[in-house]
């Protein structure tokens, strides 16, 4: 009995050794990108493409026209592909003050969709079935912040 | 207390200690965290040599001697920009006694970005940009600020991920010198 209570002794110090050298935010994503819907893409009309980001509770993510200089913006761009993009929409940022800035800072939280309008031109390349790009976003909750991060996007599309 | 009933006592605390110990590598709900090391479990803190707003050579294990703060941020980072006073005043209250802040910027952009930052802070203490290479020596270093605060023997006392108060910061550097 002894020698069991040696062994759990032995094995707690390891496993607070370990905890010392824990990296608990390490390879964390405080946002991700739901699976967008399959978009129809018809020629000479227009096609939206709505991407609904995800960020997780207790954080949030800088607007697309944040409200200080030296915040990195929410951004959707899109790869070149034979549609001609007409518009990204952001929402509506909220307006939120943190301990760690003197002014109100404008964020995205909760769950947001960002929605992208093409034109089609008259002819559509039949190759066409997917539409690529990358969300740039940065995320911070009160205390700290997390590196940017890039989001690849991918939407299938059908030809009408 | 007899063999049997020490047994339970010491199998629940593993099991709670497990539990503790096993928060630290959940996605972070908490905002911030910091870990503390006791003198023989202190690991070495990774010797690096980055240039300075100078070019000149900012070499860790040339500090050795001295406690150092050694703090991640980035110019985009809001907590951080809370943090850069203190550090400045902790740099001229306690230089004289064997303390050296460094900062190292992890902005992508170097020091196009980081330099009139560094100015504009009057920052009185060494800045260097840092890498990928760097962070990962450090644990990754996704969450910023992260501070580090290493003794007189180069090791690694305490780590801070997030903003922690200016107090926190103070008593462990007075417990250092």
New interface residues.
């Given amino acids: 009995?002894?020698d069991?209570?040696k062994a759990?002794?032995v094995?707690?110090l390891a496993?607070?050794?370990?905890?010392?050298?824990?990296?608990?935010?390490?390879?964390?994503q405080a946002a991700s990108i739901a699976p967008p819907e399959l978009i129809t893409i018809s020629a000479g009309q227009q096609a939206t493409v709505h991407l609904t980001i995800r960020i997780?509770?207790?954080y949030h993510i800088n607007a697309n026209k944040p409200a200080?200089d030296?915040?990195?913006a929410t951004k959707l761009t899109w790869d070149q592909n034979p549609l001609q993009l007409r518009a990204v929409d952001y929402p509506e940022a909220k307006t939120v003050k943190?301990?760690?800035?003197p002014k109100p800072?404008l964020v995205y939280s909760g769950n947001i969709t960002v929605s992208s309008t093409f034109s089609v031109p008259d002819t559509v390349p039949a190759e066409l079935n997917e539409l690529t790009g990358t969300l740039l976003y940065?995320a911070?909750?009160?205390?700290?912040?997390?590196?940017?991060q890039k989001i690849r996007v991918k939407v299938a599309t059908i030809t009408d | 207390m007899n063999?049997?009933t020490?047994?339970r006592a010491?199998?629940a605390?593993?099991v709670a200690?497990?539990l503790?110990?096993s928060c630290?590598?959940?996605?972070?709900?908490a905002?911030?965290?910091t870990?503390q090391?006791a003198g023989e479990?202190r690991?070495p803190a990774p010797d690096f040599s980055l240039k300075d707003v100078h070019s000149a050579d900012v070499q860790l294990s040339e500090f050795k001697g001295k406690v150092v703060l050694l703090n991640f941020w980035?110019?985009?980072?809001?907590?951080?920009?809370?943090e850069m006073p203190w550090f400045v005043e902790f740099q001229r209250e306690y230089k004289d006694r064997g303390f050296s802040v460094i900062a190292v910027s992890?902005d992508?952009e170097g020091w196009d970005i980081v330099r009139p930052f560094t100015e504009e802070l009057k920052l009185n203490f060494p800045v260097v940009v840092g890498d990928d290479k760097l962070a990962d020596e450090y644990?990754?270093v996704?969450?910023?600020?992260t501070t580090f605060i290493i003794d007189k023997e180069g090791r690694i006392a305490a780590t801070h991920?997030?903003?922690v108060s200016k107090g926190d910061y103070e008593d462990e550097i007075e417990r250092l010198l």
């Fill in positions: 009995m002894r069991c209570c759990l002794a094995a707690l496993v607070l050794a370990g905890s010392a050298s824990a990296q608990s935010f390490k390879g964390f997780r509770p207790g200080e030296y915040l990195i943190y301990s760690f800035s800072l940065q911070c909750n009160d205390k700290a912040c997390f590196r940017p | 063999v049997t020490r047994f010491a199998s605390f593993f200690s497990l503790f110990a630290g590598n959940l996605p972070p709900e905002s911030s965290e870990v090391a479990q690991q980035a110019t985009w980072c809001g907590p951080c920009k809370i992890m992508e644990g990754g996704s969450a910023l600020p991920q997030g903003l």
